[in-house]
């Protein structure tokens, strides 16, 4: 029977070059020249540390464009609120992977109320989906590509 995972994912080495290749830009640009600015990344978390919130969303915003020239989806990250420690201003970005349960249920509600002749089936932080036909899959797959949900999924491991 033909199927395919529904899964939210991003290459973590492509996410480790965009923060080096932001870090190496806010180094060398002259509006953060004498400022402590610097931007770190640890398991799935980034750091921006800077000395005013306006220079941390500068950094924020070359952070998204070097991860969007990787190919990574920026719906993915989580910002939280800037914290500051005397002279200086930190800010973290969480890289969320994985289906959380609640956008996983979300998925497999919109696929019920289709009523396509298919399964959909919450697996961890992925949701199969098992159809007879191929072409009820692809259609599956259609409609997820027109819903807006809070975080960008990818179709894995299709098979017939």
Do not use: W, Y
Request: net charge neutral; charged share 30%; glycine share 4%.
């Amino acid at each position: 029977m033909p199927s395919f995972d529904i899964i939210s994912e991003f290459d973590m080495h492509e996410a480790t070059n965009a923060v080096d290749q932001a870090s190496k830009e806010v180094t060398t640009r002259f509006d953060f020249k004498g400022t402590n600015s610097s931007v770190e990344m640890t398991d799935d978390k980034l750091i921006m540390i800077s000395e005013s919130t306006f220079q941390l969303q500068q950094i924020f915003s070359i952070v998204c464009a070097k991860l969007s020239r990787r190919g990574i989806d920026i719906a993915c990250m989580e910002l939280s609120d800037a914290k500051g420690s005397g002279k200086l201003m930190r800010q973290e970005i969480t890289l969320k992977q994985g289906l959380d349960s609640l956008t996983a249920k979300k998925i497999v509600k919109l696929i019920k109320d289709k009523k396509l002749k298919v399964q959909a089936a919450i697996q961890g932080d992925k949701v199969r989906v098992t159809g007879k036909k191929r072409d009820d899959l692809q259609e599956v797959i259609q409609m997820l590509r027109e819903e807006k949900l809070e975080m960008p999924v990818q179709f894995d491991n299709f098979r017939d």
